[in-house]
Structures are given as C-alpha cells and as structure tokens.
C-alpha cells in the first residue's frame, strides 16, 4: 500500500496531498472480522450485501444528524452522485452513524467521519467498495462528499463536509453527493485541536475504545436518521 503519510510530509501538507489520506484504510488488507470457525454477533451492520443496505435512495432525502456539538441537516441529491447517494442514504437508515466520531478535522478543510465504533463492523465494509460516480457538484463550502483513497472504486463508509471552497478535489474523482442545509454552524464548532493525530490503522482496530481514551474531545454523531 502507498505511505501516504510519508507523502504528506515530503509534500509539506498542501492540501491535494493531505485529501490522499482520506479513508486509506477502507480498502485495507487485515482481518476480515472472524477467525475461522468464529461465529459472529447477530448485528445487521456485519453485512454489506443484506438487501436493507443496497436500496435505491430516492431522488431526494435529507438526513439529520444529532451530535454532541448539535444538529445538522444533509441534503441529497441522487443526480449528483446516484452510488454514493444510495450507499449513504442505507448506511444512515440503518444506524451505522450511530455513536460514530468526527476523527479527523482539519480547520479551513473538512471535517471526516465514517469509521465504525466497532471494528468489527468496520472490516466488514471494507470489501463493500462503491463504483465512482462522476463529479457533477464541486467540493464548495457545506459539500458532503465520500472520502477514497487514490485507487478507482475505493469509497466505502467515510464520508468528509467541506469547511472551505476545496474545488481542487473535483478534478481528483471526489463527488458531492449532498450538502448542508441546516446547521453548518455546528459543523464549523467540531472540534478539531487533535488534527491528523488520530491514527486510522488504530482506530480500524479498536474503534471507539482507542478514540475514547486517546482523544476524549472528540465529537460524535449521537444518531443519524432519515427524515
């Protein structure tokens, strides 16, 4: 796999590297969330290709989103972006955000989430892959956009909100699927002193248990629904 870490440093942290980071580990290899003869937890999140998460999303939805900063609403519009409109109109519906933190914020740039507080659920999903959509809507100021890594069809749960006018990433595959209508304040209080210390390889593996104790004031999604 790439170092993209590495990358962000000989780059010296502009900002078209630093979007390179963005969910590198949903495509990981690792466990795949059982040993073998494991049996696994009744927990419907544990499997991607059950019908309930691979519904056609309608046209348009919004989606709000209780945290511990306060409410935001999202959004989506399906002829943005119909993959990644449908995948997280399911993932919403069905509670994956739930108790889900805001792990990498970053001031002037965008604020990500999307990796599971169990990682359990989390390496269930990182075989679920989107195929791309094209880029129809610009990354703008309130954009909500699914995080990929710099391989084709690589987007899987993460998802970022653009804090600032990020038109760069267009021209790099990443599609707006939905934008904030209500609550944008809220956003722009997440905080977002840890920076990219948060480590995802480490957060893939323990979940919400390493996020807790390592970087308590963090935010988080409380739950997520569709309206």
Not at 70 to 99: C, I, K
Not at 116 to 130: C, G, I, S
Not at 169 to 186: N, R, S, T, W, Y
Not at 197 to 205: F, L
């Amino acid at each position: 796999m790439i170092d993209y870490k590495t990358m962000i440093q000989t780059t010296k942290g502009t900002r078209a590297a630093a979007v390179l980071l963005l969910g590198v580990f949903a495509t990981g290899c690792g466990s795949d969330g059982g040993s073998e003869g494991e049996s696994m937890p009744d927990n419907p999140l544990l499997y991607p290709a059950a019908p309930e998460f691979n519904e056609r999303a309608p046209d348009m939805y919004r989606a709000h989103f209780e945290t511990s900063e306060g409410d935001f609403v999202v959004e989506v519009h399906r002829d943005w972006a119909p993959n990644g409109a449908d995948r997280f109109y399911n993932l919403v519906a069905n509670g994956y955000y739930d108790d889900v933190r805001f792990f990498r914020v970053i001031s002037g740039f965008m604020a990500q989430f999307g990796m599971h507080a169990e990682p359990l659920v989390t390496a269930q999903w990182r075989a679920a892959t989107l195929p791309d959509d094209p880029v129809v809507e610009s990354n703008t100021r309130g954009r909500v956009t699914f995080a990929m890594t710099s391989q084709p069809n690589s987007r899987t749960t993460q998802a970022f909100i653009n804090f600032g006018n990020n038109t760069n990433l267009d021209g790099m595959g990443f599609a707006p699927f939905g934008e904030i209508v209500e609550g944008m304040e809220v956003v722009d209080a997440l905080h977002g002193g840890y920076g990219e210390a948060p480590d995802q390889g480490q957060i893939q593996g323990r979940g919400n248990e390493y996020l807790e104790s390592q970087f308590p004031e963090l935010d988080y999604i409380i739950r997520a629904t569709i309206e």
